[in-house]
C-alpha cells in the first residue's frame, strides 16, 4: 500500500482543488496521510482507506507516484472520476448503434473511432489520380501522343470518381466501424463515461438526459441500468459482487451535481437491510 503526506509547497496543487475523503467528507490537508485508487485516483485518508478494506473500483491497487493536475478545460481541474465500475462481457454488440448514432439532446458525445484501414484504402481515390496522370505524362513526353494520353485520363478519372461516390465497397468502410469491447464505466459528478477497450475516448453520457439508474442483483454479479429520459435503456453488466462495492458505488452515486433516481432491484433481505441506510437518507434512492 502506497500513502502520501500533504505537505506545502510541493502539494500546492493538489490543495488548490480542495479534496475532501470520499467516504467521510473530511477536507484533505496540509498534515494529512492519504491514499489514492490506482483505477479512479480517488483520494482517501489512510484510515478511511482500512475502513474499506484496502479495496475501491473492485482492486485493491494504489499509486506510489503522486499524481498530476491536468487542467483540460476553462472551467479548470477536470477532476479523476468518483467511481470506476468494470464490465464483465463484449457487450458493445447491442449498442453500437445506439452509440454512434444517438443525436437528441446531446445525450452523446460520439467517441473517436481508430481509423484501421491501411493507407491506400484511405487514399485510394488520390493515388489513383496520381497514378494516371504520371501515366498521362509519360505517354505525352516519350511517346508523343498526348490528345489520346488526355481523352484516356479524363476518362479513367471520371470512372474512379463515379466509383468513389455512387459503389462505394461496403468491405472497405467496415474496419473503421469496428465493434469495440466496452472496458469500463466511470462515474463522474455531472455525467457517466463509457470507456471503450483501445480507444482513449469514451461515451459520456450527460446528467441532465438520465431519469434513472437501476441496479439489477443477482448470484454473482449486478447488473447497472442508465435509462435515459424517454426510457431508452443500455444495461452493462459489471463485476460488482459485494455489499462493500455498492457501497463506494452509491457513494459516488449520491455526489451527482443533480439528483438522479437509483433504484437496486431484487435483493434477498439480508443484503436489503444492509443497505438499509442509503433508502432512509437519501430520497432518490430506493430498494426492493
Same mark, same amino acid.
Given at each position: 500500500m502506497h500513502t502520501h503526506i500533504i505537505q506545502k509547497p510541493r502539494h500546492q496543487?493538489?490543495?488548490?482543488?480542495?479534496?475532501?475523503?470520499?467516504?467521510?467528507?473530511?477536507d484533505i490537508k496540509e498534515g494529512d496521510e492519504i491514499v489514492f485508487c490506482a483505477i479512479c485516483k480517488?483520494?482517501?485518508?489512510?484510515?478511511?482507506?482500512?475502513?474499506?478494506?484496502?479495496?475501491?473500483?473492485?482492486?485493491?491497487?494504489?499509486l506510489g507516484k503522486f499524481p498530476?493536475?491536468?487542467k483540460l478545460e476553462i472551467n479548470?481541474?477536470?477532476?479523476?472520476p468518483l467511481y470506476v465500475i468494470q464490465c464483465t462481457d463484449k457487450i458493445s454488440n447491442s449498442y453500437e448503434n445506439e452509440f454512434f448514432n444517438e443525436?437528441?439532446?446531446?445525450?452523446?458525445?460520439?467517441?473517436?473511432?481508430?481509423?484501421?484501414?491501411?493507407?491506400?484504402?484511405?487514399?485510394?481515390?488520390?493515388?489513383?489520380?496520381?497514378?494516371? #496522370?504520371?501515366? /498521362?505524362?509519360f505517354l505525352t513526353t516519350f511517346l508523343g501522343i498526348a490528345p489520346l494520353s488526355i481523352g484516356i485520363t479524363f476518362v479513367a478519372i471520371m470512372t474512379i470518381g463515379i466509383k468513389a461516390m455512387f459503389f462505394k465497397g461496403k468491405s472497405l468502410f467496415a474496419s473503421s466501424k469496428k465493434k469495440k469491447r466496452i472496458e469500463s464505466i466511470e462515474i463522474h459528478k455531472k455525467h457517466i463515461s463509457i470507456r471503450f477497450e483501445g480507444?482513449?475516448?469514451?461515451?459520456?453520457?450527460?446528467?441532465?438526459?438520465?431519469?434513472?439508474?437501476?441496479?439489477?442483483? #443477482?448470484?454473482?454479479?449486478?447488473?447497472?441500468?442508465?435509462?435515459?429520459?424517454?426510457?431508452?435503456m443500455y444495461e452493462f453488466p459489471t463485476s460488482l459482487s459485494n455489499?462493500?462495492?455498492?457501497?463506494?458505488? /452509491?457513494?459516488?452515486l449520491i455526489q451527482f451535481d443533480e439528483k438522479v433516481n437509483i433504484f437496486?432491484?431484487?435483493?434477498?433481505?439480508?443484503?436489503?437491510?444492509?443497505?438499509?441506510?442509503w433508502e432512509t437518507e437519501n430520497e432518490n434512492i430506493l430498494l426492493y
Amino acid at each position: 500500500m502506497h500513502t502520501h503526506i500533504i505537505q506545502k509547497p510541493r502539494h500546492q496543487a493538489f490543495l488548490d482543488e480542495n479534496r475532501s475523503d470520499p467516504i467521510t467528507g473530511d477536507d484533505i490537508k496540509e498534515g494529512d496521510e492519504i491514499v489514492f485508487c490506482a483505477i479512479c485516483k480517488s483520494a482517501f485518508l489512510k484510515d478511511t482507506w482500512f475502513y474499506l478494506d484496502k479495496v475501491h473500483c473492485n482492486q485493491n491497487e494504489t499509486l506510489g507516484k503522486f499524481p498530476s493536475s491536468e487542467k483540460l478545460e476553462i472551467n479548470g481541474v477536470t477532476r479523476p472520476p468518483l467511481y470506476v465500475i468494470q464490465c464483465t462481457d463484449k457487450i458493445s454488440n447491442s449498442y453500437e448503434n445506439e452509440f454512434f448514432n444517438e443525436t437528441d439532446n446531446h445525450f452523446l458525445n460520439q467517441p473517436v473511432v481508430v481509423d484501421e484501414r491501411s493507407f491506400y484504402q484511405k487514399n485510394s481515390f488520390s493515388i489513383s489520380v496520381l497514378s494516371i #496522370s504520371l501515366l /498521362l505524362v509519360f505517354l505525352t513526353t516519350f511517346l508523343g501522343i498526348a490528345p489520346l494520353s488526355i481523352g484516356i485520363t479524363f476518362v479513367a478519372i471520371m470512372t474512379i470518381g463515379i466509383k468513389a461516390m455512387f459503389f462505394k465497397g461496403k468491405s472497405l468502410f467496415a474496419s473503421s466501424k469496428k465493434k469495440k469491447r466496452i472496458e469500463s464505466i466511470e462515474i463522474h459528478k455531472k455525467h457517466i463515461s463509457i470507456r471503450f477497450e483501445g480507444t482513449k475516448k469514451g461515451v459520456k453520457i450527460i446528467l441532465k438526459s438520465i431519469l434513472a439508474i437501476n441496479l439489477l442483483y #443477482s448470484k454473482r454479479s449486478y447488473t447497472l441500468q442508465v435509462v435515459k429520459k424517454g426510457n431508452k435503456m443500455y444495461e452493462f453488466p459489471t463485476s460488482l459482487s459485494n455489499i462493500t462495492q455498492i457501497n463506494q458505488l /452509491l457513494h459516488s452515486l449520491i455526489q451527482f451535481d443533480e439528483k438522479v433516481n437509483i433504484f437496486v432491484r431484487n435483493l434477498p433481505y439480508n443484503e436489503r437491510i444492509k443497505l438499509r441506510k442509503w433508502e432512509t437518507e437519501n430520497e432518490n434512492i430506493l430498494l426492493y
